[in-house]
């Protein structure tokens, strides 16, 4: 809960400080009120600081000498013009015309229409101090003078034997005072959140953060910045940023007016990544802002991301991604889910762009190994030399180079777990016969070691090459054929089973960012053909033309999208396209007759979803209007994994041997 606002009050009389009091509790803000005059004031302003006040009301006449003399906002009692009229008639009714009005420093505004109201003309005294008044008051002595003026005023002339009338504040203009006090502590205090608010946003960001003003005087320096530069605030703040932070190069881009990004400088020893911005204000420069971040924090980052966003462990693909409803695909995907429940190798053959990491990663994700790590390697990206390391690791002065203290390979660090081995076709003979012995031993020694480190993993090989060939060749050890051959899986080309084209691009469409649903059933609604084009790339090159035709697409009508579409299919594919009809009267399911009601049901969902979203082109607003289902859920529906899913073999295994 808030506290209450902390209001002080200066009162120069006592009639004054009564009535504040009074206030004070009708009006139920906390007051502390102190009695006195310029610098019998002193005393209270020293209260009113410690004791946390956060505005100080005071009166006109005593107002600047309290503003003088306090940090504190002072709020002044707004005057009228009858609180100056009614003393000055009242002394000239009871004593004559002989009167002579007193103020501190400066007379109040509109003085003149009041002498006009008056019918006289009083004297006006101006006075700095007290001293000041005392020597005016007693230069007129003898002279029957009525003095008028404030509370101190009117106290210091009775004691010199004046006959007094004093300037009285009406309770209006007290609480005008009191009121604005009070919004205007409110006023600073959210201000002051706000700046906290603002330090400790500033003081946690990890990049040193620096503004500066139109004139490059230095503004703001985080915690950040402190230790990049290593400086304190003081020793920059407020001075030219040319001559405290001479390699941040601040003043340039203010001078220039334009925003340097991505820069690399250098801060000391240190490389340092520099962004520096200027402010524009109604096309005027107003000041600076630059980040700074350390060339090796930025690295350090990007490790980590790196370490997080593609793990070490698990794998990021299931049985799930893998879309198709042919039957050669269905069949391939049943019997790797039949390979997932083994330890034994296998190897998967395909022709380049099938999807054999895919396949490699559900089996893994599958398996009873799937909490531990899946690592992957492609044995015709490296050559052999390092390839051996990167396998077997190394121990510290195998090579020239070598990392202090070694490294493990990637046997070591799938520990465990499933290492893949793409292009196994491709890797030398020599490490082929080192493979051989950790595959049988269960044990790897590193490059340049002699410790042999126990290693339990689950091989997972794959190749575009017939690798019967290159054995016969003298290319390919038939012993470490065999111990990979245990299990094999051969993955259908695209060529093969053109008819799940449509369901693949809509499963890569839901990878391309800012697709619309024109665009969606358009490119869909296009790929319902029939070629004898053969598919050389596989689906990674159908990826490659689905891409493209989101780009060809772009901002365009349904209608204009689809001409676009189509003729680039044309152009893609040779020409020789026939389209197939997408209004289909009827769904086929092809649902497996060993599995109890339940599992039929959700699996027969499942294809009826897909089906009809298929039909409407991959617009999946107009599939869920056709099934009498909510947008939200068929939505829900398209989401959902099941990990273990069995998927139906209408082919037996004989086609994929």
């Not at 000041?132 to 003078?145: I, K, M």
């Not at 939200?632 to 899913?645: F, M």
Request: glycine share 8%; hydrophobic share 40%; net charge neutral.
């Amino acid at each position: 809960m808030e506290s209450m606002i902390s209001i002080g009050v200066i009162s120069t009389h006592s009639d004054l400080t009564s009535m504040c009091r009074q206030l004070g509790d009708m009006l139920g803000y906390k007051l502390l009120v102190y009695e006195g005059a310029l610098d019998t004031s002193l005393p209270g302003l020293q209260h009113f600081e410690t004791k946390g006040v956060e505005v100080v009301v005071t009166t006109r006449g005593n107002n600047l000498f309290v503003k003088d003399h306090t940090k504190i906002p002072v709020i002044t009692v707004p005057e009228n013009k009858f609180d100056y009229f009614a003393p000055l008639a009242r002394a000239a009714k009871k004593y004559g015309p002989k009167v002579t009005a007193f103020f501190y420093r400066e007379q109040p505004n509109g003085f003149a229409e009041i002498i006009e109201i008056l019918g006289f003309e009083p004297n006006i005294k101006v006075f700095q101090d007290t001293s000041h008044l005392e020597s005016l008051l007693e230069r007129l002595q003898g002279s029957d003078q009525v003095i008028v003026g404030g509370g101190y005023v009117c106290q210091t002339a009775s004691v010199l034997g004046f006959m007094t009338e004093q300037f009285n504040l009406s309770k209006e203009s007290v609480v005008t005072a009191l009121e604005t006090a009070k919004e205007l502590a409110m006023v600073r205090r959210r201000e002051r959140q706000k700046s906290f608010r603002l330090k400790a946003i500033l003081d946690w960001a990890h990049e040193g953060i620096v503004a500066t003003d139109e004139n490059g005087m230095i503004t703001l320096f985080n915690k950040a910045a402190e230790k990049i530069f290593g400086l304190k605030p003081s020793e920059v703040l407020g001075r030219d940023s040319r001559k405290a932070l001479p390699d941040a190069e601040l003043y340039e881009v203010i001078k220039n007016g334009e925003a340097s990004t991505g820069q690399i400088i250098r801060i000391g020893n240190a490389a340092v990544a520099a962004n520096r911005v200027p402010i524009v204000n109604d096309n005027q420069i107003s000041g600076l802002v630059a980040t700074f971040q350390p060339v090796k924090a930025i690295q350090e980052i990007e490790e980590k991301i790196r370490r997080e966003l593609i793990p070490e462990k698990g794998n990021r693909y299931n049985f799930n991604d893998i879309k198709g409803h042919t039957r050669a695909i269905r069949a391939t995907v049943e019997l790797a889910i039949k390979y997932s429940d083994t330890n034994e190798s296998v190897l998967i053959l395909g022709q380049s762009g099938t999807g054999k990491e895919l396949f490699a990663q559900s089996i893994h994700g599958a398996s009873k190994r799937k909490s531990k790590p899946f690592m992957a390697i492609n044995c015709a990206a490296i050559p052999g030399n390092l390839l051996e390391s990167e396998l077997f690791g190394y121990s510290e002065g195998a090579f020239t180079g070598a990392r202090k203290g070694g490294k493990p390979g990637l046997f070591e660090l799938a520990h465990g777990g499933s290492l893949f081995l793409d292009e196994i076709g491709d890797m030398p003979t020599d490490i082929q016969a080192k493979l051989l012995r950790v595959i049988q031993e269960k044990e790897v020694r590193r490059v340049g070691g002699e410790k042999l480190v126990r290693v339990d993993v689950r091989i997972i090989a794959a190749t575009h090459q017939n690798l019967l060939e290159l054995v016969t060749a003298g290319k390919f050890r038939e012993d470490l054929f065999y111990r990979l051959d245990v299990l094999r899986l051969n993955i259908p080309p695209l060529a093969e089973r053109k008819e799940d084209i449509p369901l693949l691009a809509t499963g890569i469409l839901d990878r391309v960012s800012d697709i619309t649903a024109k665009q969606r059933k358009a490119i869909v609604g296009s790929l319902f053909i029939r070629s004898n084009y053969n598919w050389p790339g596989n689906v990674r090159e159908l990826e490659n033309i689905v891409r493209r035709l989101a780009v060809l697409t772009h901002g365009l009508s349904e209608p204009e999208a689809r001409g676009v579409a189509r003729q680039a299919i044309h152009r893609f594919l040779g020409g020789n396209v026939r389209y197939l009809p997408q209004n289909n009267t009827h769904l086929t399911l092809h649902l497996p007759v060993d599995q109890q009601m339940k599992q039929l049901v959700a699996k027969a969902e499942k294809e009826i979803i897909q089906q009809m979203v298929l039909l409407c082109g991959g617009d999946r607003r107009q599939a869920a209007r056709k099934l009498g289902i909510g947008r939200t859920t068929l939505w829900r529906k398209c989401a959902e994994e099941t990990e273990n899913e069995t998927l139906e073999s209408e082919t037996g295994f004989k086609d994929i041997f």
